[in-house]
């Protein structure tokens, strides 16, 4: 399951920017080491009219983690080579797909650190994500994906000393 989640945001945002410049190259970097960086992701679901939801992931050397909403218990699985394989190529899945458009929307502090900004539109998808990449360390920190029913879905990443959940 969270495989599927983790594809789904990121693929979304792999798309190569326009032949003519590489402003998103910094995303498309931090995008590719987000597989392979031990993190805590806390994703909230805004459903139009709804009640929001926050789904907790947890990825570490070797396993991930989710617990969703409801509050449940912590499901783990196992996160081999061959998994982060598979998420790197749902990353590279969409490189190629015509109506992704990649701009940088400049710099912004976010907490203490200095990120820069982008966006990924999705005209057949009628999507975008907007995504801040942090200046120092070149990771994501922050995501929020609009989506075409109103939807939207903002995920905070935290790096560092990430431990298995209790």
């Not at 929020?144 to 879905?153: Q, V, Y």
């Amino acid at each position: 399951m969270m495989i599927v989640t983790f594809a789904l945001t990121a693929a979304l945002a792999a798309a190569p920017p326009p032949a003519s410049a590489d402003a998103c190259a910094p995303l498309h970097a931090a995008l590719a080491r987000l597989y392979h960086t031990p993190l805590k992701r806390h994703s909230t679901l805004r459903p139009e009219g709804g009640e929001d939801g926050t789904t907790e992931y947890v990825l570490t050397a070797d396993r991930q983690y989710v617990r969703f909403p409801n509050g449940g218990s912590w499901m783990s699985t196992p996160l081999g080579e061959a998994d982060r394989a598979a998420l790197d190529g749902g990353l590279k899945g969409l490189t190629a797909r015509e109506g992704l458009v990649c701009t940088m929307q400049g710099e912004e502090t976010l907490g203490s650190g200095k990120t820069r900004m982008f966006l990924i539109d999705d005209a057949e998808a009628r999507s975008k994500i907007q995504y801040w990449v942090s200046v120092e360390s070149g990771l994501v920190v922050k995501s929020i994906t609009e989506l075409a029913h109103g939807a939207s879905l903002t995920d905070v990443y935290e790096y560092g000393d990430v431990k298995a959940p209790q």
